[in-house]
């Protein structure tokens, strides 16, 4: 039998810490508490963690320098949790490489929803109705039972949860328009937000990984008004190929 996901909550308020906690284990996870980012460092060197829900609001180091941190030497899917509404806390949260936010305050059902929307696309987790196997467009292999994106020298490219996400929605979709509203259900699975930008973060990111010229992307284009198109035809590969 799987042990149930580990979940490590990073929240320096006790009040919202305990109610979180038990939201979180009458849903059957495991779970770990933080005050810092001092407590979580040793909670992740110590235990195999499975998802991070990171405060934005710290003493000491905050949360996206957390996030931050974290990523340089991890993939665990992080969900960044922020008593500010602003569309640039969001933004900045996924440009340091978090998988998802949520504002505070936060029902325990779209908490749950979320975190089982983010393990579902986590590394080594696979997706129902996904197809494992592998890809090749211009000069990269996408690696989807692996999760990883290879250049031409066979060197990993280090991409987040929502970045990998994102790319395979856009390989195995190619040369269609998609929306962000698409975009965001395809790869975060969950309803989009009406004035949500953050799919515009991840495909800057994207871009700055794998295009040849930034200023001049020709394996993502902006088709203004529409959203976006993912220009190559990817070759499906098989093991060995």
Known sequence: M???PHILLVEDHREIRDLVQRVLQREGFRVSLAADGRAMRKLLADNRIDLILLDLMLPGEDGLS????????????????TAKGEEVDRVIGLEMGADDY??????????????????????FVSEPGRQA??????????DVERRELLGEDGVSVPLS???FDLLLVLVERPQRVLSREQLLDLARGRNAAPLDRSI????????????????EPQLIKTIWGSGYMFTPAAEPLRRGD
């Open 2 to 4: 799987n042990e149930a």
């Open 66 to 81: 957390l996030c931050r941190s974290v990523r340089t030497e991890s993939r665990v899917p992080i969900i960044m949790l």
């Open 102 to 123: 949520l504002p505070k305050p936060f029902g325990s059902r779209e908490l749950i929803a979320r975190i089982r929307a983010v393990l579902r696309r986590a590394p």
């Open 133 to 142: 196997g592998r890809y090749r467009f211009d000069r990269w292999v996408l």
């Open 161 to 163: 949860s929502g970045e």
């Open 200 to 215: 515009d973060t991840q495909i800057s990111r994207l871009r700055r990984k794998i295009e040849r010229d930034v200023s």
